[in-house]
């Protein structure tokens, strides 16, 4: 009898892991195990981040980033360009281009307590984003990011 039970329960974690994995897992608008508000902030970073650089909205760019950020892209040489957040934010008064919704651009990939991980994916380049939470907003400490066109 004990065995039994204790046969059936195996199946059942099985069979919950199964259906977490396959499509039980969390709405598109929240990561798994994370509170919807909590994706909600950190998407809305992101947005600020993208949508000011392409209407050239400095404010909505700093709101976006930490003042320690570092944004980096590798070069051919082997070395990092690197650019502050200060320096970000004087580049987006000069950006603009595609005003639209960015939305279906920006993927949250992990929310860990007070840290995430975003990709945001626009025309001509991808940029991994570590955003993080500082009191009660969240905000991008680092950006790695490439060209598509490798230069």
């Given at each position: 009898?004990?065995?039994?039970?204790?046969?059936?329960?195996?199946?059942?974690?099985?069979?919950?892991?199964?259906?977490?994995?396959?499509?039980?897992?969390?709405?598109?608008?929240?990561?798994?195990?994370?509170?919807r508000?909590?994706?909600l902030?950190?998407?809305?970073?992101?947005?600020?981040?993208?949508?000011?650089?392409f209407?050239?909205?400095?404010?909505?760019?700093?709101?976006?980033?930490?003042?320690?950020?570092?944004?980096?892209?590798?070069?051919?040489?082997?070395?990092?360009q690197?650019?502050?957040?200060?320096?970000?934010?004087?580049?987006?008064?000069?950006?603009?281009?595609?005003d639209?919704?960015?939305?279906?651009?920006?993927?949250?990939?992990?929310?860990?307590?007070?840290?995430?991980?975003?990709?945001?994916?626009?025309?001509?380049?991808?940029d991994?984003?570590?955003?993080?939470?500082?009191?009660?907003?969240?905000?991008?400490?680092?950006?790695?990011?490439d060209?598509?066109?490798g230069?």
């Open positions: 009898m004990i065995r039994y039970g204790l046969g059936r329960l195996v199946r059942s974690a099985w069979l919950a892991m199964a259906v977490a994995v396959v499509g039980g897992g969390a709405a598109p608008d929240a990561v798994a195990g994370q509170s508000a909590d994706t902030a950190v998407r809305a970073a992101a947005l600020d981040y993208v949508e000011g650089w209407t050239a909205d400095a404010d909505r760019m700093r709101r976006a980033l930490h003042p320690d950020l570092v944004k980096q892209m590798p070069i051919p040489d082997g070395t990092l690197h650019s502050s957040a200060e320096e970000l934010i004087e580049m987006t008064s000069r950006a603009g281009g595609a639209r919704d960015w939305s279906d651009a920006i993927e949250v990939l992990a929310i860990f307590e007070d840290v995430a991980s975003v990709r945001a994916d626009v025309p001509g380049w991808v991994l984003l570590h955003i993080v939470r500082t009191d009660d907003e969240w905000r991008i400490v680092h950006v790695l990011w060209l598509r066109d230069r």
